[in-house]
Nanobody
Framework: QVQLMESGGGSVQSGGSLRLSCAASGDIHSLACLGWFRQAPGKQREGVASFDATDGGTYSADSVKGRFTISQDNAKNTVYLQMNTLKPEDNAKYYC????????????????????WGQGTQVTVSS
């Protein structure tokens, strides 16, 4: 089993930055892909960015390219999402997710790929 705990959410003005953290514990050596998803009220959960631990590949949604960066600190068993130039449309609850299987460009955003999910952290961007 794997446990994921997000932190770093909060309120920020448009144009500001936040860094989300996801600390993994448990059977972390079984994990191959780690990602971030978000869900705004009334909308479906969508993939934001993912990191494949088997080959170092990263993937991100077009809506966040150039603004958000996913990274990993193996020593701390933590995945980060650096979010810059935040916009009101980034308002959502952000979830960390982990998979025992590698992620690829055609699959990283699929909910069904991920075996483990965190409880989420709220990000609020005001205009």
């Amino acid at each position: 089993q794997v446990q994921l705990m997000e932190s770093g959410g909060g309120s920020v003005q448009s144009g500001g930055s936040l860094r989300l953290s996801c600390a993994a514990s448990g059977d972390i050596h079984s994990l191959a892909c780690l990602g971030w998803f978000r869900q705004a009220p009334g909308k479906q959960r969508e993939g934001v960015a993912s990191f494949d631990a088997t080959d170092g590949g990263t993937y991100s949604a077009d809506s966040v390219k150039g603004r958000f960066t996913i990274s990993q600190d193996n020593a701390k068993n933590t995945v980060y999402l650096q979010m810059n130039t935040l916009k009101p449309e980034d308002n959502a609850k952000y979830y960390c997710a982990a998979s025992r299987y590698p992620c690829y460009s055609a699959s990283w955003f699929e909910h069904a790929l991920y075996d483990y999910w965190g409880q989420g952290t709220q990000v609020t961007v005001s205009s």
